[in-house]
């Protein structure tokens, strides 16, 4: 999924459960918020090179917990909304307890992430949280056609329909700036709707690593760079400015490691983003 990253929490008694969903699985989507202040990823994934270190090792990944969405949303070490995925997305998650009538955990199963809560008073963070938890929604229902808009649904939301516990979450933070879940999947709705108009439009990462006057420059930079085994390319922004820029990656990561690579090489740079 073009948005997540891997941290699977392979020490979770959850992962190793690994319990399949039902067929007609995921039925739907349970967004939850934490309920703590602390919008850092760190504190539930253990992912220390994107994440930062968590020295209490008190996340997601370990023996002692009863619990394990799918994924977390939050802060990465350098203050960015990532998405981590901690279970893969098709195994039944510890997400939202009981109800009256059952539990969306398993039958029917339901795909759960969690937000980071704040201090709930940042508009900037709400707004780059949810909309990252709609972009989300929007690709699992692109992946998984079994999940329908209406059962896009809070936590509060899954207790009304008497499948999970009694919480508030996290309606209490979109009440805070005036939003329902009504808003979110309206969000969500328009995600989907604008990803089926411009198919292939998704992100593109890739690795720049010189800006130069000329052409000529920029294309002699760049076989420095072929040179030492770096595939790119030179990227005309205007008669006076070349770019210099190596990969293409669905995958942040994947241009942070051949960033890393072409650092290595001796070659200095950063990453764009650039629609494919
Ligand atoms: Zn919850």
Same mark, same amino acid.
């Given at each position: 999924?073009?948005?997540?990253?891997?941290?699977?929490?392979?020490?979770?008694?959850?992962?190793?459960?690994?319990? !399949?969903?039902?067929?007609?699985?995921?039925?739907?989507?349970?967004?939850?918020?934490?309920?703590?202040?602390?919008?850092?990823?760190?504190?539930?994934?253990?992912?220390?090179?994107?994440?930062?270190?968590?020295?209490?090792?008190?996340?997601?990944?370990?023996?002692?917990?009863?619990?394990?969405?799918?994924?977390?949303?939050?802060?990465?070490?350098?203050?960015?909304?990532?998405?981590?995925?901690?279970?893969?997305?098709?195994?039944?998650?510890?997400?939202?307890?009981?109800?009256?009538?059952?539990?969306?955990?398993?039958?029917?199963?339901?795909?759960?992430?969690?937000?980071?809560?704040?201090?709930?008073?940042?508009?900037?963070?709400?707004?780059?949280?949810?909309?990252?938890?709609?972009?989300?929604?929007?690709?699992?229902? !692109?992946?998984?056609?079994?999940?329908?808009?209406?059962?896009?649904?809070?936590?509060?939301?899954?207790?009304?329909?008497?499948?999970?516990?009694?919480?508030?979450?996290?309606?209490?933070?979109?009440?805070?700036?005036?939003?329902?879940?009504?808003?979110?999947?309206?969000?969500?709705?328009?995600?989907?709707?604008?990803?089926?108009?411009?198919?292939?439009?998704?992100?593109?990462?890739?690795?720049?690593?010189?800006?130069?006057?000329?052409?000529?420059?920029?294309?002699?930079?760049?076989?420095?760079?072929?040179?030492?085994?770096?595939?790119?390319?030179?990227?005309?922004?205007?008669?006076?400015?070349?770019?210099?820029?190596?990969?293409?990656?669905?995958?942040?990561?994947?241009?942070?490691?051949?960033?890393?690579?072409?650092?290595?090489?001796?070659?200095?740079?950063?990453?764009?983003?650039?629609?494919?």
């Amino acid at each position: 999924m073009a948005i997540t990253f891997e941290a699977f929490a392979k020490n979770n008694p959850c992962y190793k459960a690994a319990r !399949k969903m039902p067929a007609e699985s995921p039925a739907g989507i349970i967004v939850h918020s934490t309920g703590a202040n602390n919008p850092n990823l760190k504190r539930y994934v253990n992912a220390p090179e994107i994440c930062g270190e968590n020295l209490y090792k008190n996340y997601f990944d370990r023996a002692d917990i009863e619990a394990c969405p799918h994924a977390v949303i939050g802060l990465d070490k350098s203050g960015s909304v990532r998405t981590a995925q901690l279970l893969p997305w098709n195994i039944c998650c510890w997400g939202c307890g009981g109800g009256s009538k059952g539990s969306y955990n398993y039958s029917p199963a339901y795909i759960q992430f969690e937000i980071c809560e704040d201090g709930l008073t940042d508009n900037q963070y709400f707004e780059k949280a949810f909309e990252q938890a709609a972009q989300l929604c929007a690709e699992l229902m !692109k992946s998984y056609p079994t999940i329908k808009i209406e059962n896009v649904i809070s936590h509060k939301e899954a207790h009304a329909r008497g499948y999970a516990s009694n919480h508030g979450d996290p309606d209490h933070w979109l009440a805070k700036f005036g939003k329902d879940m009504d808003w979110f999947r309206d969000l969500v709705k328009a995600k989907v709707q604008s990803a089926a108009e411009k198919p292939g439009t998704a992100k593109r990462y890739r690795v720049q690593i010189g800006a130069f006057t000329n052409n000529a420059g920029a294309k002699n930079y760049l076989a420095q760079a072929k040179a030492k085994g770096l595939n790119g390319f030179v990227i005309k922004v205007s008669s006076k400015l070349y770019r210099v820029q190596i990969g293409s990656f669905s995958v942040r990561e994947n241009a942070e490691k051949y960033l890393a690579q072409a650092k290595a090489a001796g070659f200095n740079g950063f990453i764009v983003e650039a629609d494919a």
